[in-house]
């Protein structure tokens, strides 16, 4: 049993995070400010929560007493509210993360693990997967904010010995998405819309490709990450399913009729995981493909 701190445990990946925790018989402190709202389904019992903002250091700092490990999941997220909202997004996603390492520095933890994105690559034109190697190219604030993260953490392991990983997610959905608001992903946006006879609004031509991964297996590598005796030096390694989709396969997936938006600027055409890294040093593999994942969130949603 071990002591866990879950950064954002009230949201999305960090609600599916504590839950298997918990299962795994942890402890599990949730430190969340409840910006994106309180959702009963996402509150386990047998964590504790502690109402607090990252970019508090005092606060920050308190929540990590006592503490094994730090799953830092809490971030303003996606790549448009970045774009309209750079301000803000930096003072969560880089000085919040930031105050995280310096706690976890202060309170002895010994490892930390940051969740990033694959947006820091920027997307690829052609059919290559996105390596670890590639020189990142961030084409949104939110891309830039969490690739200064994945810089501090190595940084934090080599001049305070830290133990540091990060993952980069490529677009994760599953069980407790929020399918609310204007930056919701597209997973979400399109179950809501369908459940409510809506058509699915598509962004430009809808051949945006994306490697959809689910929450269960992006769970699955943090804590892989978290003990795994190859890792902790501030390793960035790409969690994703390694096949990548359209959004227009997606739409087929879900079923009824689409409509046309504009293209959002800061999109990549094209993002997919090599993900050979991961199951090198993690001995990780994605489990669940798309077809079943979209099939099982319907059947929760009760879309025939």
């Not at 000085?95 to 002895?108: E, K």
């Not at 980069?168 to 179950?191: C, E, I, M, S």
């Not at 795994?228 to 399913?241: D, L, P, R, T």
Request: hydrophobic share 35%; proline share 5%.
């Amino acid at each position: 049993m071990a002591q866990y701190v879950v950064t954002g445990g009230a949201g999305f990946i960090g609600s599916n995070l504590v839950q298997q925790l918990l299962k795994d018989g942890h402890q599990v402190r949730v430190f969340d400010n409840f910006s994106a709202g309180r959702f009963p389904n996402r509150l386990h019992a047998g964590a504790e929560y502690v109402e607090g903002d990252i970019r508090d250091r005092r606060s920050t700092a308190k929540v990590m007493e006592g503490t094994t490990g730090v799953f830092h999941t809490a971030a303003v997220p996606r790549v448009p509210y970045s774009v309209e909202h750079p301000d803000e997004t930096n003072e969560h996603n880089i000085t919040g993360t930031l105050n995280v390492l310096l706690a976890a520095r202060d309170a002895g933890v010994r490892r930390v693990v940051f969740s990033s994105s694959s947006s820091i690559y920027g997307g690829s034109d052609d059919s290559g997967k996105l390596m670890e190697t590639l020189c990142p190219r961030p084409l949104s604030p939110y891309a830039l904010q969490k690739l200064t993260g994945e810089h501090y953490c190595r940084l934090f392991n080599e001049l305070y010995r830290l133990e540091t990983i990060a993952l980069r997610y490529f677009n994760v959905y599953g069980p407790y998405l929020d399918p609310q608001g204007a930056y919701a992903l597209v997973v979400g946006k399109f179950l809501k819309q369908r459940s409510e006879n809506q058509p699915l609004t598509i962004c430009g031509d809808g051949e945006y490709f994306r490697d959809y991964t689910h929450v269960s297996d992006v769970v699955r590598a943090n804590i892989l990450a978290m003990t795994s005796q190859h890792v902790g030096k501030g390793e960035a390694i790409n969690i994703g399913f390694g096949h990548a989709h359209s959004v227009n396969e997606l739409a087929r997936l879900i079923g009824g009729p689409v409509a046309p938006i504009p293209p959002r600027p800061g999109d990549a055409r094209r993002s997919e995981a090599d993900n050979s890294l991961a199951v090198r040093l993690l001995n990780w593999q994605p489990t669940i493909s798309l077809e079943e994942g979209i099939k099982q969130l319907k059947q929760e949603w009760g879309i025939l």
